[in-house]
């Protein structure tokens, strides 16, 4: 089969102060085929020599634009080609009018799903909802590969595809609610569609799994929290390190590790440290204790922002830095789990899990527990939270701490 090649070109305006338009040319068995996209430049934008939209400084009013239209259309070849390769190892026989509507397809009602998850993807960076936008592009990655890199319209989604789609999920050894959270995203997607007009509800997750599995909320005694803080870990710093972010995690009711990566050196004052919740915006107040300033001066101020040495440099990678030091950590606390005989696989979460446990051995209210934990949507404690003190969370957390 002849290969198939792609490239990016501009066709510029007659009037230099007008906009041209980007349009990708297909290149098979010799022959020519265009697709006009919706992407218009101006002319100095262009850089012929190298077929690419040139970028201006950051500080440019077009930046913004030219960066989002650049993205799109990286994202649009990469398509393309990996739906090519497939159609290539295939060797399937057809002339070039036939290879161009497998690769566009026509779309009707405008935005592809690819197109329009994407879209999405990149309002959620735009608003700041990184996790949120990582999540949809897992579910966008996951689904091109179930559909060979070959887009559809919405109209096209029926209950029989998304059962394939979940059979595909299963085959790869996924669980439930692994295969759920999928599930959940796309659907969220669907409705979106719906809501714009994209297509009439035909109901296609009516026969998928989109619920949740209890899991197994694994936690430690009080006794093996003590037994980890009396860990004469001096000599293995990162081990003395991971230890006590744990411990951090535990003393702060159970606070997750993106919220204490983010823990801003101003969020703490007049013996309150308050933070938002990353994951559900919600504004938590904590008390601050002996125990937890004990961690702080424990460790040198860095000269971030940032409260704790989890965040070191402040140069874009911030995120990264995050999710590296949590894989770190994550796996270092399987050996202390080892050094105090523990026969869970002891993780960041475990700490969160235990507060909650610990505090409710204690006959602290669950009401108190739930807004200690920060929880706002889960239906079991909702009808509690709005009459909640912080006071009486701060006197739970001292009378959990209180033994330490």
């Known amino acids: 089969m002849n290969r ?15 906009e041209g338009s980007l349009f990708i040319q297909m290149i098979y068995q010799r022959k020519v085929r265009r697709i006009k996209t919706d992407y218009l430049i101006f002319n100095n934008e262009w850089d012929d020599n190298a077929d690419s939209v040139i970028l201006p400084s950051s500080v440019s009013p077009r930046y913004t634009h030219l960066n989002y239209l650049k993205t799109n259309i990286e994202w649009e070849l990469l398509r393309l080609k990996k739906v090519a390769a497939e159609l290539e190892k295939s060797n399937m026989q057809c002339n070039v009018d036939e290879m161009f509507c497998m690769l566009f397809p026509t779309i009707p009602n405008g935005l ?9 993807v990149q309002h959620k960076k735009k608003l700041g909802k990184i996790r949120s936008s ?35 999920l299963r085959s790869r050894g996924l669980s439930r609610n692994t295969t759920s959270f ?42 093996a929290i003590k037994q980890m803080k009396n860990l ?18 535990f003393y702060t009711r159970g606070m997750s590790f993106v919220d204490m990566a983010y823990l801003k050196k101003t969020d703490l004052r007049n013996g309150i440290l308050v933070y938002r919740r990353k994951k559900t915006g919600q504004l ?15 460790y040198k101020s860095n000269a971030t922002q940032y409260l704790l040495s989890i965040i070191l440099r402040e140069d874009g990678s911030e995120r990264s830095q995050y999710l ?76 959990i701490l209180s033994g330490l």
């Open 4 to 18: 198939i090649s792609f490239k990016l070109k501009f066709r510029p305006s007659v009037n230099p102060n007008k």
């Open 112 to 120: 592809s799903v690819f197109a329009f998850i994407h879209s999405l």
């Open 134 to 168: 990582e999540t949809y592009q897992a579910t966008l990655n996951s689904f091109m590969i179930f559909r060979e890199g070959r887009d559809m319209s919405f109209e096209m989604i029926d209950s029989e595809l998304m059962e394939l789609y979940e059979a595909a």
């Open 182 to 223: 999928y599930m959940r995203i796309l659907r969220t997607v669907y409705k979106k569609a719906v809501e714009k007009g994209m297509t009439q509800d035909r109901h296609p997750f009516k026969h998928v799994y989109c619920g949740m599995d209890k899991t197994i909320k694994r936690n430690i005694s009080f006794k």
């Open 232 to 249: 004469d870990l001096s000599k293995n710093k990162v081990l003395d390190f991971a230890r006590d972010m744990f411990l951090f995690s």
């Open 284 to 298: 938590l107040s904590i008390e601050w204790t002996r125990q937890m300033q004990e961690i702080i001066d424990k």
């Open 324 to 399: 590296n030091q949590s894989m770190k950590i994550n796996r270092r606390l399987k050996e202390i789990a080892s050094l105090i005989k523990l026969n869970i696989p002891l993780s960041l979460y475990v700490a969160r899990h235990s507060w909650a446990t610990i505090a409710r051995g204690k006959d602290i209210p669950i009401s108190v527990i739930s807004e200690g934990l920060g929880h706002d949507s889960e239906m079991t404690t909702q009808i509690y939270l709005d009459s909640i003190k912080s006071s009486e969370v701060d006197k739970a957390n001292r009378k």
